[in-house]
């Protein structure tokens, strides 16, 4: 591979804000992405993801903010001066060009003459060594995106933006992928900073995730962090499906919130309250929950007098909704491994889970935040 730039580091993003005539696309952003990390940039279209991406690259001008790479500022360095490569979602192969040749492109442009090694290095990397002499047009969309990651790493930039890059492949190639990339940047050691809308790749291939919404970082964290512990109803329903059940802290019991649901009482552990008064939504992931029918004891949190108004059988498991006393349909996931013994339509229930598992928000959020589902169409607006 090629010699490593001499500009490297964590990649710091400064009070950096992009504003378009009366649209702030990125408000204020601070950011420090550790070097040699995996790093994803998470949230629905139009959030300000790729403007971030656009600005680290050079592609954009912040209107405020700086961008440091180590110790450089790299705010207005001209793109093709940062050590920094983009593998965007079409990949952008040259179709005239052999696949060695694709590769090589970028050596050669610094005057690299003895390519061949570095070359092939980066093939062996990605697997395809056997595909050099092949013209993109012969390879498959998984081929060609993982030429296109070869390209980029052979220049050994300090930092590769991935724009969505697996957007154009279909699911199981996507998932394929996802495993291939996360490998290839622990090989590698490079920082990797992945824009995406798709929270699974984000979850799968991600270090930390920052999710986005409007211009802002909701929260930031580790894969775990996120999904197990929300601290907004944002970030609770855009990664994955929550129930957030509306609630009030009515006592304590030493590390514990005691919580008001509709009248029945559950425990909340305090350091998994993102409440602010008390007024809050319980919320439980729905493959927490288990079902039990009325007359089998339980443990932890319970809540009684539901009744099964559907039943959803997706192999992995089984999702039923269960409607509660109060009128809030709840969703559950049940394992379908023969623990438990499938439920029917109509049945009366009772729902319990473990109480470290709830985690609670304010009680002034919209509950329905972050749930909308973009269209796919949207995927490539500039944001």
């Known amino acids: 591979m090629a010699e490593k730039s001499s500009i490297h580091g964590d990649l710091r ?52 903010g700086q961008i440091f790479l180590g110790d450089t500022d790299i705010t207005f360095t001209k793109p093709y001066q940062r050590p920094i490569n983009t593998v965007f979602q079409n990949y952008a192969l040259f179709p005239h060009l052999s696949i060695f040749e694709n590769i090589a492109f970028g050596l050669r442009r610094r005057g690299i003459k003895d390519v061949k090694e570095q070359v092939e290095k980066a093939l062996e990397l990605v697997e395809l060594s056997h595909l050099a002499s092949r013209k993109p047009t012969q390879l498959s969309g998984g081929q060609q995106q993982r030429i296109a990651l070869a390209r980029a790493i052979v220049n050994r930039p300090a930092l590769l ?24 940047q622990k090989e590698v050691g490079l920082t990797f900073v992945h824009v995406t809308h798709d929270q ?96 089998t004891p339980t443990s932890g949190n319970i809540l009684t007098g539901g009744k099964i108004e559907d039943v959803s059988y997706i192999g992995v498991s089984t999702q039923y909704q269960v409607l509660m006393p109060w009128g809030q349909e709840v969703m559950i996931f049940e394992q379908n491994d023969d623990a438990v013994a499938p439920f029917s339509v109509g049945e009366n229930v009772n729902i319990s889970w473990e109480s470290g598992f709830t985690f609670a928000l304010r009680g002034d959020e919209d509950a329905e935040a972050g749930m909308e589902v973009e269209p796919e169409e949207t995927i490539d607006d500039d944001e």
């Open 13 to 64: 993003l400064v009070n950096l804000t992009k504003t378009y005539g009366d649209f702030t696309a990125v408000n204020d952003l601070s950011l420090t992405i550790p070097e040699g990390s995996f790093f994803a940039l998470l949230g629905p279209s139009g959030c300000g993801k790729t403007t971030t991406l656009r600005m680290v690259a050079g592609l954009e001008e912040p209107t405020n």
């Open 161 to 184: 933006l991935l724009d969505e890059p697996l957007g154009a492949l279909d699911l199981k190639l996507r998932r394929q992928m996802q495993i291939e990339l996360k490998w290839i």
């Open 200 to 295: 699974e790749e984000a979850m799968t291939m991600a270090d930390t995730i920052a999710v986005m919404n409007e211009g802002e970082i909701e929260q930031l964290g580790s894969p775990a962090d996120l999904y197990d512990n929300p601290k907004t109803a944002f970030v609770a329903n855009f990664l994955g499906q929550s129930n957030l059940i509306k609630g009030t802290i009515s006592g304590n019991d030493g590390d514990n919130h005691i919580v008001d649901l509709f009248g029945q009482k559950i425990s909340l552990a305090k350091n998994r309250s993102h409440a602010v008064d008390n007024s809050i939504y319980a919320g439980i992931r729905p493959e927490k929950f288990r079902i039990s029918r009325l007359e």
